[in-house]
């Protein structure tokens, strides 16, 4: 009897606690068990030959592999085509999709927990679900779109269906969940939010707001300028807009006197980090060696394993497209067809504004607008917590949008809507379509004319022999500054009044200096009648990029790899003399003057190996924070410094300056010169503490820089790589640094009989760790090589890199 | 016998039930065959330990143990055979605690008494 208990009670203690999550560990039972665990992740690694039945199969689709297990889909017509591309990319990407849209519709704390709760409010109260639910009403008037994302969707739903818990990719087994379906909407998710990480609500317009309150419009207006004077816009100086302006908003006569209250966006909201964009350009015939263009592009965003990008041919009687795809969208986001290529940047418009909004009273049932009170309505958001009762959140809205910082009448504080672009309708899908089956130049701005956000300078080149640039997105038509500040929202005069004419969007086609490119920085010069934004990322890519495209004559596919794997540091060689001079050798220490030598030698690029480029970093980063040093609000929280921009014109122009006088020292008045020494001294010691000693190894900008790419959970180390050193700095064409960098490299030589291209991405096909093309791209990436791109032109083109094939019908 | 016996349908059974399925097998054979309640347990024990430790090892092989080798990194570094081993040893306790409650309980519930010589016979 006593036996009998016993045993069944330790069998089933032992099967209580293997079955619960132990801290962050999982389950152990279920995952070492071999049949459902993490060891059988390692069976699917590699199915090259396989014959497929899936009963949404219209046709015999056919997937070739390549060597780097890049698939090759050739489909009879559209529905199968996008139906296979969701199949294979859920394949080898399903737990990416996953937490990308959980991650998008404030979902996370519902698998990680408590700690994404500020991330999941910050999505809810933004409205993101609700911005994908109207972009995917919007997109379903467009019958073949819609068929085409129902599709893809089916294709999803179809791998997710067959599979057994033990074919779970791992990191569910790690979190202990199940894949959820997927839906178009899910689709129209990942757009918005494509629009979060790249035209995100946090655009400063509190922030600025106090600086405006602390100091006037006037010291406004100098230290955050709406043009750089170093600029070398995306649409070259002397452009003519052949175009004639629509009417614009007269600008209120007291837009500058709102308060901020005290208000300022919320910690919790993600900052984008300055300078970090992407880059794109395009060479004319006349440039290149073979006299058509080549084309060249690299997004930077953030670097992580597995990839945000998902390499894809998708080819069909009417189109044969290839490039990257986002995985969780149909089509090709940056790619070639047989005819033209086109890639993408981003464009720093301001197309999110906050609006002080006036509540009745406590209920917020009702705000004051254009004289009277308006009704808003609510949205529920219920929160689910791993471990934890739901959180529920109400958000109301305006006709603004949905007020993002909630404040109650006792905080003193207006409340805060967003109106943002991301809840403009639009139909993205439709643009990259068309572009995939775009023959020539009028296909292409054909296309763009559907693409509403996040706005993009979408470089183009064709066979036909032109090349262009559009910057390109729906673009609200707004007085001068409109934005730059928190906005009334109790006055129509305030609102978004129209939007500015596709076709007058900033565009030039075949300059005559034979080429075009972006870099995030302005888009246009002072004479482009409308107002897009005051700040855009330092123009010290674009300077460096086209000085090399201006200088580029016989130019082959290498010679564009090369300008992307360019490290010269443009600042370096406009601004270091300017400093070393002013630095007093008699007040060295050794170490200072060891740094100061090798300043001296530095030759401004940004190599690995390079010390210089180690402290020059430093030192830039530092200065500013003494410059603006006044920049704090009454309670000692930093306030929205200008941009770096301004420091360095400044010290070329201004050096006696008053805002070079630090604020502590009363009985003193410090100059350029002075600042200058001080932040050299403290770069010198913040290096030491951090690194050592100084010496030209352990100073090296590799060692410095950080090298790592993390798997998107990155608690899981050992998923992401920490060895990826190779040069580079966000304000030079490579621009690797730490986290983020170039994502997808793409060169694409333009021919009469197709294109021969090259690409590569930090990552690897597969999302499987366990997978030798999980991260086989990362070493080929660091040292800055391309793959050529397998491109086949039939199903049944015979290629030496095909090692596999499967064949896909109906059951 | 019951041992072969154990891993074969043991095998079948986790193929298409959870984890826990491990107990299932050694808990249903003891009960019905079992002979004494070591006997039982270590039947269990080595039946689990050896079915798990087997199949793991094989999908590592099989895999060039990529997997492994980050998985094992998570867990403190351990190493791929303090990975195996973990993995056998808990299958092993689940099916040798489920395999001696099996005929525990079935004695219990009906008890039943060998000669030695059945006892012998049912060794072998």
């Given amino acids: ?811 | 016998m019951s041992f072969l016996l154990m891993i074969l349908l043991s095998a079948m059974v986790q193929y298409f039930l959870p984890w826990w399925s491990v107990a299932l097998v050694p808990f249903g054979i003891s009960a019905w065959k079992g002979t004494s309640g070591k006997g039982a347990f270590f039947n269990g024990f080595f039946s689990a330990g050896l079915l798990w430790l087997g199949l793991a090892w094989y999908e590592h092989q099989r895999s060039g143990g990529i997997l492994t080798e980050r998985i094992s990194t998570l867990f403190q570094g351990a190493g791929t055979p303090a990975l195996l081993a973990a993995t056998a040893l808990i299958g092993a306790l689940v099916g040798g605690f489920a395999s001696m409650s099996g005929y525990f309980l079935r004695q219990l519930i009906s008890p039943q008494t060998l000669s030695e010589a059945e006892k012998a016979k049912a060794y072998w």
């Avoid at chain 1, 894949?179 to 689709?187: G, H, L, R, T």
């Fill in chain 1, 1 to 811: 009897m006593v036996k009998a208990v016993l045993s069944v009670a330790v069998t089933g203690g032992l099967l209580w606690l293997l079955s619960t999550p132990l801290g962050p560990a999982p389950a152990l039972g279920s995952f070492l068990s071999p049949f459902t665990g993490f060891w059988s992740n390692e069976r699917r690694v590699d199915m090259l030959n396989e014959e497929i039945h899936l009963p949404g199969a219209q046709e015999e689709i056919t997937i070739r592999f390549d060597d780097n297990r890049v698939p090759h889909i050739f489909a009879a017509n559209d529905h199968d085509l996008y139906y296979a591309q969701g199949y294979v990319t859920a394949r080898d990407r399903l737990f990416q999709m996953e937490l990308t849209i959980r991650s998008a519709a404030g979902r996370l704390s519902e698998i990680v927990g408590e700690k994404a709760l500020p991330l999941d409010l910050y999505k809810r109260r933004t409205g993101s679900v609700k911005a994908a639910e109207e972009a995917w009403k919007f997109t379903q008037q467009d019958e073949k779109m819609r068929g085409i994302l129902e599709a893809y969707s089916d294709g999803v739903n179809a791998y997710i269906s067959q599979l057994r818990k033990a074919d779970y990719p791992v990191e569910y087994k790690l979190l202990g969940f199940q894949p959820e379906a997927w839906s178009p909407e899910k689709s129209m998710l990942l757009m918005v939010e494509m629009t979060h990480t790249l035209a995100s609500p946090r655009s400063g317009d509190a922030s600025l707001t106090s600086v405006l309150e602390k100091f006037g419009l006037e010291v406004v207006r100098d230290l955050y300028p709406d043009f750089v004077e170093r600029e070398s816009p995306v649409i070259p100086k002397g452009t003519a807009w052949d175009f004639r302006r629509v009417a614009i908003p007269r600008a209120p006569r007291d837009y500058d006197e709102i308060k901020a209250g005290g208000a300022s966006e919320p910690d919790s909201w993600p900052l984008r980090p300055e300078g970090i964009g992407s880059n794109n350009w395009a060479v004319s015939g006349k440039k290149s060696a073979t006299g058509f263009p080549i084309l060249a592009g690299d997004p930077h965003l953030g670097l992580t394993l597995p990839s945000i990008w998902y390499q894809v041919q998708l080819s069909s009687p009417e189109s044969n497209a290839c490039g990257a795809s986002l995985p969780g969208a149909p089509c090709v986001i940056i790619g070639f067809n047989r005819d033209v290529a086109w890639s993408e940047t981003n464009v720093a418009s301001d197309v999110a504004d906050l609006y002080a909004i006036r509540f009745r009273d406590k209920s917020r049932k009702e705000y004051f607008f254009d004289k009277q009170w308006v009704k808003t309505t609510f949205r529920y958001e219920e929160i689910k917590i791993k471990g934890k009762p739901a959180v529920i959140d109400t958000v109301a809205y305006t006709h603004h949008g949905p007020v993002a910082m909630p404040r109650f009448p006792e905080d003193k504080q207006p409340s805060l809507a967003l109106r943002w672009i991301a809840h403009e309708p639009g139909n993205p899908i439709r643009t990259f379509y068309m572009l995939n089956r775009a023959k020539n130049y009028d296909d292409y701005v054909r296309a763009l004319s559907h693409y509403v956000s996040p706005a993009q300078n979408f470089v183009f080149a064709s066979n036909e022999g032109d090349i262009a640039i559009w910057v390109n997105g729906k673009f609200p038509l707004k007085w001068k500054e409109q934005g730059k500040f928190l906005l009334d929202g109790t006055r129509p005069e305030y609102d978004w009044q129209g939007w500015i004419p596709h076709e007058q969007n900033p565009h030039v086609k075949n300059p005559a200096s034979g080429y075009v490119s972006s870099a995030n920085q302005s888009s246009t010069d002072k004479t482009y009648p409308y107002y897009l934004n005051w700040r855009f990322a330092p123009p010290n890519r674009a300077i460096r990029i086209n000085e090399r495209l201006a200088a580029m004559e016989q130019a082959t596919p290498d010679s564009l790899r090369l300008l992307q794997n360019d490290v010269y540091n443009v600042l370096g060689r406009d601004l270091l003399p300017d400093l070393l001079k002013e630095l007093d050798m008699s007040a060295l220490s050794a170490t200072q003057y060891s740094a100061y030598s090798a300043l001296q030698q530095w030759n401004y690029q940004n190599t690995i190996g390079s010390v210089g480029a180690t402290i020059f970093e430093e030192w830039t980063d530092l200065l500013p924070y003494f410059v603006w040093d006044e920049f704090r609000t009454t309670d000692g929280k930093p306030l929205q410094a200008p941009q770096d921009d301004r420091v360095w014109e400044l010290i070329w122009k201004k050096k006696e300056s008053k805002w070079f006088d630090l604020e502590k020292t009363t009985d003193k008045t410090e100059t350029a010169r002075d600042i200058i020494q001080l932040s050299f001294k403290a770069a010198v010691d913040s290096l030491q503490k951090h690194h050592g000693a100084f010496s030209p190894k352990t100073w090296a900008w590799g060692e410095v820089k950080g090298s790592t790419i993390a798997h998107l959970l990155p608690p899981l180390k050992s998923f992401g790589r920490d060895d990826v050193r190779a040069g580079g700095s966000s304000e030079v064409p490579n621009a690797f640094r730490g986290k983020w960098g170039p994502s997808w490299r793409m060169v694409v030589a333009l021919g009469k009989d197709g294109p021969t291209a090259y690409g590569v991405y930090p990552g690897g096909q597969s999302g499987n760790p366990g997978s030798p093309f999980y991260d086989n791209m990362v070493n080929t990436w660091r040292d800055g090589r391309l793959n050529e791109l397998v491109y086949l032109k039939s199903g049944a083109e015979p290629n030496p890199r095909i090692v596999g094939t499967w064949k896909i019908t109906k059951p």
